[in-house]
């Protein structure tokens, strides 16, 4: 391990607003107890990159933060000294940041790379473990989920001794102890499931219905985040603009803010499949994942088939209360109070180990992935060894005025293309 004296220095790079929470938590969890860390947090500029009112409502906190390209980023470090650095990104973002950097540190000295995912894996199982490849340590959040990744590492023949399993990181607060007054029904909205206005108008009346026969119920609309603002996917049809028009009764309204304090005051909490049902499950607070729309893969829901939360609106408005099964609970991780002691003996080993640590090796090379990895290095402007395409940003090379202005002004525009234009053109195409 580093030196007593000098605090750990942990690096987290992140590309929304939620894998900017898990990043940020997940270095802190991975921290020797009570030790002295310096957080730096690079912010990948993209479509995602969050405004500043979603990283104040993600409740994570950094010594320094600031918005890089990947290329950028690369370069920084290069130069810049860590212990640890966590990927809290897409399975692209972290392949290309793995060749990027394996081209920049060489057989040198380097840090321990950590990543992982942000909540339930329920779609992409081999290719984003695979574009997650070449890292010290791949997290899994329950035993259910290392079990599978390392099938998935063995059965193509790569390495699966990274897989570590821990809990997600924002798996806190406090166990819930009874009824509210007034009694609160919480649903966890999600960007991009379900994905077309039926079924997005769907889940909304009902949600107003219930609201509507419960008068003596307060029920709250959770959303992620605020219109023109994007978070881990793309929200096409937001709830806000769905909302618009409809008589709701005045216990109806929509909230944001942080997940936690949203659950202190829950009774009840419903969805579709949001990563919001294990933190409740965490607290025993009641939650319902519905079947309104069917139990299917592309919902995410079949996740949670075993867990004794699968249940439907017209059960809800019936006055049902599901209760999870405790195995169910227990092996999916959800349960654990505190499991990152297996992750922090492994940073710890890798940074005493003899002769430092040798290079990075991902399993997708030029050579087992020539017409695949060059597509995903190039998205961030490297080329197939990993080293920056020509016209590449230098990181020192601060944008002026002018340049924010028109990065401002075309988020903006891919923002009102994906919200507005989109949709209109999708419609047409189904006339």
Not at 14 to 39: N, Q
Not at 63 to 92: H, K, Y
Not at 140 to 167: L, M, P
Not at 304 to 312: R, V
Request: charged share 25%; proline share 7%; hydrophobic share 40%.
């Amino acid at each position: 391990m580093p030196a007593t004296t000098e605090p750990l220095r942990i690096a987290v790079l992140a590309d929304s607003d939620t894998r900017w929470k898990w990043g940020a938590l997940t270095a802190r969890r991975l921290a020797p107890t009570g030790a002295e860390i310096r957080l730096d947090g690079f912010l990948l500029r993209g479509r995602a990159t969050p405004t500043a009112r979603q990283l104040r409502e993600t409740g994570a906190r950094a010594d320094s933060l600031r918005e890089v390209t990947a290329v950028e980023f690369v370069r920084a470090m290069g130069e810049e000294r860590c212990d640890v650095l966590v990927l809290a990104l897409v399975g692209g973002g972290v392949q290309a940041m793995l060749h990027g950097l394996r081209q920049v540190w060489g057989s040198g000295p380097r840090p321990v790379v950590v990543t992982g995912y942000v909540g339930v894996v329920y779609e992409k199982l081999a290719d984003g473990l695979l574009l997650r490849h070449g890292a010290d340590l791949v997290l899994a959040n329950s035993a259910h989920d290392a079990e599978r990744f390392r099938d998935v590492y063995e059965g193509v023949g790569a390495d699966a001794s990274a897989v570590t399993e821990v809990a997600l990181p924002f798996l806190d607060g406090a166990p819930y102890t009874g009824p509210h007054e007034p009694f609160t029904v919480v649903f966890a909205a999600q960007p991009s499931v379900p994905d077309s206005r039926k079924d997005r108008a769907y889940l909304l009346d009902r949600l107003i219905g219930h609201a509507r026969r419960h008068p003596g119920r307060e029920v709250l609309l959770k959303l992620r985040s605020k219109p023109g603002e994007h978070t881990t996917h793309i929200e096409e049809l937001p709830y806000q603009k769905l909302v618009r028009g409809r008589d709701a009764p005045a216990n109806f309204r929509l909230v944001y803010g942080h997940m936690g304090e949203v659950l202190d005051r829950t009774d009840l909490l419903v969805t579709v499949s949001s990563t919001a049902a294990l933190e409740a499950l965490h607290r025993r607070i009641p939650t319902a994942v519905l079947t309104d729309l069917g139990v299917r893969e592309a919902l995410g829901n079949h996740h949670f088939i075993g867990s004794g939360c699968l249940t439907s609106w017209d059960r809800i408005d019936a006055g049902e209360l599901p209760e999870a099964d405790p195995a169910w609970v227990a092996r999916q991780g959800v349960a654990s109070e505190d499991s990152y002691d297996a992750a922090r003996e492994r940073i710890a080993a890798l940074l005493d180990r003899p002769g430092g640590l040798p290079p990075l090796d991902p399993y997708y090379t030029a050579e087992t992935a020539p017409g695949y990895l060059p597509g995903i290095l190039a998205r961030h402007h490297l080329g197939p060894d990993g080293v920056p395409l020509p016209g590449a940003p230098a990181a020192d090379q601060a944008p002026g005025p002018v340049r924010q202005i028109v990065r401002r002004a075309a988020r903006g525009a891919y923002r009102h293309g994906v919200q507005r234009v989109a949709p209109v053109i999708r419609r047409m195409g189904e006339l």
